[in-house]
């Protein structure tokens, strides 16, 4: 108590004096700003050095019916994920990563429910809005493991490459699916910025799913309860808000554009 | 501790407001998205298609950041804090595909 009243006499000097918050926010979640601004920064670092490597290739100029998988050009995305489960051989362009989207946006807005359940000190609702955001997150990295599988796999007609094969030049090679020194999609580097930004990026969206379930577990013991108050919630939704917003940044410069 | 003292915290009701915001938030977000698709399945690639969806993402990073994330409603200096290094990104972009068309240019 003494601290804060002295903070206080401080803070009519010195607002950056120390003893209080500058920025109204506390310690744990200022570092958190600070920890997802360092994070957008190696995002932001992949995708724009994947759109340098897109820009150094050739791209596809002829009509976009007439497509077909080459190693000379840059792939048209849609062309390439045009899978969905159950449905084997049918051309259905971008519809699954859009369900993904949604489901990463649907849990991105529990998660708002939930530090707002959190705010009323309403337990039972932030367990619920937790559930279903969990639940979300799992939902998401099921699909893209599926998408994996399928991209690695491969689909269709073998692309046909030259390539080096245990270390002899090998004319007229088939290609069928994905690995990081060859695919039948296009040049090597659009295989491996594929794994890399999608692997992060799912990579986050795993910790993210530990966290809340850690969250959870404390939300259900009555930790947070007894603490006062739900910021651990809030914490951990900033996280989970920008492992979405990344999403989205993926979701265009890697599907769409 | 806990029964006894658990049971003194008091649950307020819903904010109905807030909780209006987050649906609209999220309403805006789906019709976006959505349209993104249509323009994905009705246009040409191009410039012009191109920049509709980086336009599209800048609304929904917006709406993400500012709503979801509680920025907006943070004070002026947390949001200037994080949103001046950004200008890094926006010169990393220019930088390389610059670069990018010029190792074009040397290989083709």
Redesign the interface.
């Known amino acids: 108590m003494e601290t804060t009243a002295s903070a206080v006499q401080n803070s009519q000097k010195n607002l950056w004096g120390g003893g209080m918050e500058p920025m109204k926010v506390s310690y744990g979640k200022l570092m958190m700003w600070f920890f997802l601004l360092s994070d957008a920064f190696t995002f932001s670092a992949l995708l724009v050095s994947y759109g340098l490597v897109r820009y150094s290739h050739a791209a596809f100029t002829g009509d976009p019916d007439t497509f077909v998988f080459s190693v000379q050009y840059w792939p048209i995305p849609e062309k390439v994920f045009d899978g969905i489960p159950f449905l084997h051989g049918v051309h259905v362009p971008l519809v699954f990563v859009g369900i993904m989207t949604f489901v990463l946006i649907l849990s991105s807005v529990t998660m708002v429910l939930a530090v707002e359940a959190g705010h009323r000190m309403d337990r039972k609702g932030v367990e619920k809005w937790m559930l279903w955001t969990i639940l979300g997150g799992i939902i998401f990295l099921s699909c893209q493991a599926w998408e994996w599988t399928h991209f690695i796999v491969g689909t269709g007609t073998p692309t046909i490459a030259d390539a080096f094969i245990n270390g002899t030049w090998v004319e007229g090679f088939e290609v069928l699916g994905a690995n990081l020194t060859i695919n039948q999609y296009g040049p090597p580097d659009f295989a491996d910025f594929f794994f890399f930004i999608t692997g992060f990026h799912g990579f986050h969206v795993f910790s993210g799913i530990l966290i809340n379930c850690l969250v959870f577990y404390n939300v259900g013991l009555g930790t947070y309860e007894l603490r006062g108050h739900y910021e651990m919630v809030e914490k951990v939704g900033l996280y989970w808000h920008f492992v979405d917003l990344v999403w989205v940044f993926v979701f265009t410069f890697f599907y769409l554009v | ?2 029964i006894d ?2 049971s003194k ?7 109905k407001e ?2 209006r915001r ?2 609209r ?2 309403v805006i ?2 019709i976006v ?1 959505t349209f ?2 249509v323009v ?2 009705n246009m ?2 191009g410039p012009l298609r ?1 920049s509709i ?2 336009l ?2 800048i609304v ?2 917006f709406y ?2 500012s ?3 509680h920025l907006k409603y ?2 002026k ?2 949001i200037w ?2 949103m001046i ?2 200008i ?2 926006i010169w ?2 220019i930088a ?2 610059y ?3 010029a ?2 240019d040397s ?2």
């Open positions: 501790m806990s003292e658990t915290v008091v649950v307020q009701p819903v904010n807030k909780v987050i649906v938030v999220a977000l789906g998205t993104e698709f994905a399945f040409h690639s191109t969806f980086i599209m993402t929904k990073a993400i950041v709503e979801f994330m943070e004070k200096v947390l804090t994080i290094p950004t890094f990104v990393l972009i390389l595909i670069e990018g068309g190792i074009y290989r083709f």
